[in-house]
């Protein structure tokens, strides 16, 4: 059931995100069209490259899941950056490396993506890949969760209880002067 539902909400977010939609989701997809764009570079066609690979649309390929999201988050796109965190921390297709995913997270959280600020401030949490940090944790469960992630707002209370007062104002202070700086 959670595969399906996972395959369900990944489908959604393909269809609501992406101008290839018609091209590489279709009842019959064309594959082909895909790839020609994604090897001629066009991010959005890297990404979804990717993401055809984890469907059951055609076998699963890690390797080239791998592939086309490092060059879609070689290009800036957010999703992709995340998604290779993803792998890294949990070893899907890569070698388990908690740094690796660390820094693929971060560079899609520095622009603003929601799922991979809940990811980041998990390591930092968890102190998986990046020092141990409750303010840095908070910091980015609270960018998240001011963007509607519903999770991050159960992480960040849960997290806020092993905080002192201080910390807690600290990690307050680092959001709002990221928010109003646009970092």
Same mark, same amino acid.
């Given at each position: 059931?959670?595969?399906?539902?996972?395959?369900?909400?990944?489908?959604?977010?393909?269809?609501?995100?992406?101008?290839?939609?018609?091209?590489?989701? $279709?009842?019959?997809? /064309?594959?082909?069209?895909? =790839?020609?764009? *994604? +090897? %001629? #570079?066009?991010?959005? &066609? @890297?990404?979804? !490259?990717?993401?055809?690979?984890?469907?059951?649309?055609?076998?699963? $390929?890690?390797?080239? /899941?791998?592939?086309?999201? =490092?060059?879609? *988050? +070689? %290009? #800036?796109?957010?999703? &992709? @950056?995340?998604? !290779?965190?993803?792998?890294?921390?949990?070893?899907?297709?890569?070698?388990?490396?908690?740094?690796?995913?660390?820094?693929?997270?971060?560079?899609?959280?520095?622009?603003?993506?929601?799922?991979?600020?809940?990811?980041?401030?998990?390591?930092?949490?968890?102190?998986?890949?990046?020092?141990?940090?409750?303010?840095?944790?908070?910091?980015?469960?609270?960018?998240?969760?001011?963007?509607?992630?519903?999770?991050?707002?159960?992480?960040?209370?849960?997290?806020?209880?092993?905080?002192?007062?201080?910390?807690?104002?600290?990690?307050?202070?680092?959001?709002?002067?990221?928010?109003?700086?646009?970092?």
């Amino acid at each position: 059931m959670k595969k399906k539902l996972q395959h369900i909400c990944f489908v959604l977010f393909v269809t609501s995100t992406s101008a290839y939609g018609g091209s590489c989701w $279709d009842a019959k997809p /064309d594959f082909d069209s895909c =790839k020609l764009k *994604a +090897e %001629q #570079g066009d991010p959005d &066609a @890297q990404m979804l !490259l990717g993401l055809v690979f984890k469907t059951e649309r055609i076998p699963q $390929d890690y390797q080239e /899941d791998i592939k086309w999201y =490092k060059k879609a *988050a +070689e %290009q #800036g796109v957010t999703q &992709a @950056q995340n998604n !290779l965190g993803w792998m890294y921390e949990h070893g899907q297709g890569v070698q388990l490396n908690f740094e690796e995913a660390a820094k693929w997270y971060k560079k899609s959280a520095d622009q603003g993506n929601t799922s991979a600020q809940y990811n980041l401030g998990t390591m930092y949490d968890k102190g998986q890949g990046v020092p141990q940090n409750y303010v840095i944790a908070y910091m980015f469960y609270n960018l998240a969760a001011l963007s509607g992630n519903e999770q991050a707002k159960t992480s960040k209370d849960l997290i806020s209880r092993k905080m002192t007062p201080l910390q807690k104002k600290e990690a307050v202070n680092i959001t709002t002067h990221k928010i109003k700086n646009n970092q």
